[in-house]
């Protein structure tokens, strides 16, 4: 199943990863170069040890695709994964005069005064990006990020490039192609975003008439970033080959530093002592090209998983 790959990640890293100090401050063990491989003939890969939701994975996958880089959008859809970044400097800025938010991340699951103070700013702040124009302007974006990077690449003299429509027509008219790659590693625009991008580039094969999909993930979070990452590049593959005619064959995950963090060894634990059980079915109730769906033409048929298991992000 398509389980069983993720487990034996998780089982090799517990096992022999190294344990190494992190950005976050957080520590982890993680292993350099993995690769996993998912064959969507066999169902959808939304992971059934814990339950994922395919609706923070869809919402994001279509802010990607709209060009988006403010977390309205997100939020609209009730989608928070990405508030931290937004937030962090929000409260790094001269124009946030509230209790002093440095090292929020950790100091919320350590000190309960503090993590309502936290919780009462990041409240505060979502209705401010979802209500005040120009405060979501200046403070839900969060720089030159996946959507415009994919959409809206800054070309050398002033052009604008679509990396998306130009991998649709070149899938289209050369599949044989051995160049359906789309970047967001940018390196002139990497001091601009929140997050320098985890998803690094993207390359798609067309072979007997079916298309694969391999990423290079240049950092993967296992216990909380991969099994998003992995149902959201599958369903990108999805809505690739339905633009395109072809049948969606293979997502390859291929990960640089896959981690654990110290704080996630329980977690990881827990969800190795599960039984997985039958994949869902993608369902895509709506013609409208890739660039124009919107969650609500998205289902997904008999997901049947374990309870989510919550820990902490490390920010
Ligand atoms: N991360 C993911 N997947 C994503 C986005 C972020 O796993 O889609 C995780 C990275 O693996 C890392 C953190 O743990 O977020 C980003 O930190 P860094 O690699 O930039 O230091």
Redesign the pocket.
């Given at each position: 199943s398509f389980d069983n790959a993720y487990h034996k990640l998780m089982n090799q890293v517990m096992e022999s990863g190294t344990e190494k100090t992190?950005?976050?401050n957080t520590g982890t063990k993680s292993v350099f170069g993995h690769q996993m491989r998912f064959d969507l003939s066999e169902g959808f890969p939304l992971l059934t040890t814990k339950k994922v939701s395919f609706k923070l994975v869809a919402t994001e996958l279509i802010w990607f695709l709209r060009g988006d880089t403010n977390i309205k959008y997100l939020l609209q859809y009730n989608n928070n994964i990405w508030n931290e970044w937004a937030f962090k400097k929000y409260v790094e800025s001269d124009d946030y005069t509230g209790p002093d938010m440095t090292d929020f991340g950790h100091r919320a699951l350590e000190d309960e005064a503090f993590n309502k103070q936290y919780k009462a700013e990041m409240k505060t702040f979502k209705e401010k990006v979802l209500n005040d124009d120009d405060f979501s302007k200046k403070y839900g974006t969060l720089g030159n990020v996946y959507g415009k990077q994919w959409r809206h690449w800054a070309g050398p003299n002033g052009e604008v490039i679509d990396q998306m429509k130009n991998l649709i027509d070149g899938l289209k008219n050369k599949p044989d192609s051995r160049r359906h790659i789309v970047s967001a590693w940018n390196p002139a625009e990497i001091e601009t975003m929140a997050?320098?991008p985890?998803?690094t580039l993207f390359q798609f094969y067309v072979a007997d008439g079916k298309l694969s999909l391999q990423l290079y993930?240049?950092?993967?979070?296992i216990f909380?970033?991969?099994p998003?990452?992995i149902a959201s590049y599958s369903l990108l593959l999805a809505l690739v080959a339905r633009e395109c005619n072809l049948e969606a064959a293979e997502f390859v995950h291929t990960i640089g530093?896959a981690?654990i963090?110290s704080n996630h060894f329980e977690a990881v634990n827990t969800q190795l002592s599960r039984t997985s059980y039958a994949p869902p079915e993608l369902k895509i109730k709506s013609d409208k090209s890739m660039f124009e769906l919107e969650y609500e033409d998205f289902e997904i048929e008999g997901y049947e998983s374990h309870p989510a298991i919550k820990a902490p992000i490390?920010v």
């Open positions: 992190d950005r976050t997050l320098p985890c998803h993930q240049r950092s993967g979070d909380l970033g991969i998003f990452n530093d981690h963090y490390a």
